[in-house]
């Protein structure tokens, strides 16, 4: 009993801490920034910080890609060139099919656009807020026409993300520059992600892809060499 106390409390504990939500924080204004924070935990991805290699470091690599470079490359072996083993995909092909391929691929594709549906629900976009300024080079004309091209993608997409995931609050602006040269752009996005739903449509899309995908194409290669060892039987 008391290990079952144990395990049940461990289980608990980590299904309380995949419970906590991420925070997914990404800006661009005069640069692209991104960073995941979890509880008191902050992690900022772009721009990474990488330390620039000194001169001493390249030296040595320049003096090995000689040294591998002088070495002269093995000849190739006939024996080995003409034992080459056939593509386990060509020999699903030649078994199944184009149908059994396309089979295939549509299992594949169903199993992802059932984990999308079902982790898409438990995405939470907390903040979206887009401005943008649309120039047509000084020249009024091409600036209109320049902004009613701009708006008529942008704001049906914003329309399609908000209408398919919840978002809490977004706003945007665009804006013609009638005396401006370049076309600019900022956003800012807050996405709130819960691990343990992911995770849990991780897990249920392995199956799904094992059961559908995986097993039928192995089945379908085992199929052949069964019709080969056939076929070999009753010609002997």
């Known amino acids: 009993m008391t290990f079952l106390y144990i395990l049940s409390g461990i289980i608990l504990f980590f299904v309380i801490l995949l419970s906590i939500r991420i925070t997914i924080n990404a800006e661009y204004f005069d640069e692209f ?8 935990i902050k992690i900022q991805i772009l721009p990474s910080k990488k330390k620039d290699k000194t001169e001493t470091e390249k030296k040595p690599k320049k003096e ?31 078994n199944q099919g184009f149908d059994g391929v396309i089979e295939l691929i549509n299992n594949a594709a169903s199993s992802l656009g059932k984990m999308f549906s079902s982790f898409k629900k438990h995405i939470v976009i907390r903040e979206l807020y887009l401005f ?22 942008v704001f049906p997409a914003m329309g399609f993300i908000c209408t398919n995931l919840p978002v809490k609050k977004y706003d945007v602006e665009i804006e013609p520059d009638f005396i401006g040269l370049k076309n600019s752009a900022q956003f800012a996005t807050s ?20 059961f559908k995908v995986v097993l039928k194409f192995l089945k379908g290669i085992k199929n052949k060499s069964k019709n080969q060892n056939i076929n070999e039987g009753g010609a002997l």
């Open 64 to 94: 090995k890609e000689k040294k591998e470079e002088a070495t002269p490359e093995p000849e190739p072996n006939p024996e080995e060139q003409t034992e080459k083993k056939e593509n386990i995909f060509v020999t699903f092909y030649n």
């Open 132 to 153: 943008m300024t649309v120039t047509g080079g000084c020249d009024a004309a091409e600036t209109a026409m320049e902004y009613g091209r701009i708006c008529q993608k």
């Open 191 to 210: 996405v709130h992600i819960r691990p343990i739903f992911f995770i849990n449509a991780v897990i249920v899309l392995v199956f799904r892809l094992v």
């Open 33 to 40: 920034k991104l960073s995941i924070q979890w509880l008191f």
